[in-house]
């Protein structure tokens, strides 16, 4: 098993993306940021995609805030489960497809807003689906040079791009596994097979005040002309 396959495995066993941990947030927070602006941009747009929804609890969150928002994804086991919290929540504007963003799928429709929490940035250079004036919104902690070359080539304007820094401190060790989970995907460090590899994490992420995560982002945003 490997890459896609076992970054579902590992994300099933260990609750899909929800945050399941304890922590606390010191500095200027870009998931903090971006979660804010996007409820302000979600409070404009009709049509919106949430490109790499994942097992969809951020979409499903997010859907309060507009009109109609749809989530994709390529996983199907994720694709599965987002279907299953939409319907056990009784959630009506929100649909979610399996498909690549590479894909054709997606050119017949025409959205206001393409949002992407650290979810595949080709859909920067696939971006059929989205309406002239559009807007599309995005978080991610690696890539930044790809992002802002990908958003020239494609001819967007308007491009903004902000970095943010902050520190995120664990209450227990426990706490700081489930996090590298949703973190990495590809390692389960809760399992005690793995408690070499979770201690000399545990090493690199201790200082004075406790176990801590840094945290980079970089938010990105640009229209269609
Ligand atoms: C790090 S997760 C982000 C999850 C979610 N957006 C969130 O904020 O919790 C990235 C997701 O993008 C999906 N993905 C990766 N490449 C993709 C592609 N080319 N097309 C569609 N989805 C993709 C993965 O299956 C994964 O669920």
Redesign the pocket.
């Known amino acids: 098993m490997g890459g896609?396959e076992q970054?579902?495995t590992i994300?099933l066993k260990t609750g899909g993306?929800v945050k399941n941990w304890n922590s606390c947030k010191v500095g200027n927070s870009g998931e903090d940021v971006y979660e804010k602006q996007l409820i302000d941009l979600l409070s404009k747009s009709n049509k919106v995609l949430?490109?790499?929804?994942?097992?969809g609890?951020?979409t499903l969150e997010m859907s309060q805030y507009c009109d109609n928002l749809i989530g994709?994804?390529?996983?199907q086991e994720?694709i599965d489960i987002a279907n299953k919290l939409k319907n056990e929540r009784d959630i009506c504007n929100v649909d979610f497809i399996c498909?690549?963003?590479?894909d054709d799928v997606l050119s017949s429709y025409e959205f206001d807003l393409i949002y992407?929490?650290?979810?595949?940035t080709?859909?920067i250079l696939n971006n059929k689906c989205l309406k002239s004036g559009g807007t599309i919104f995005g978080i991610h902690r690696e890539g930044y040079d790809i992002v802002k070359k990908r958003l020239i080539e494609a001819g967007f304007k308007d491009i903004k791009i902000k970095e943010y820094l902050a520190y995120e401190y664990f209450n227990t060790q426990d706490d700081f596994a489930k996090f590298l989970n949703r973190l990495s995907?590809n390692i389960d460090y809760t399992d005690p097979e793995n408690y070499e590899k979770f201690k000399r994490k545990l090493i690199e992420h201790t200082d004075g005040a406790g176990i801590f995560y840094r945290e980079w982002r970089y938010i990105w945003k640009a229209v269609k002309p």
């Open positions: 896609q970054y579902n994300s993306h949430d490109m790499g929804c994942s097992c609890e951020f994709v994804d390529l996983s994720m498909t690549d963003s590479k992407c929490r650290r979810g595949p080709s859909i995907g």
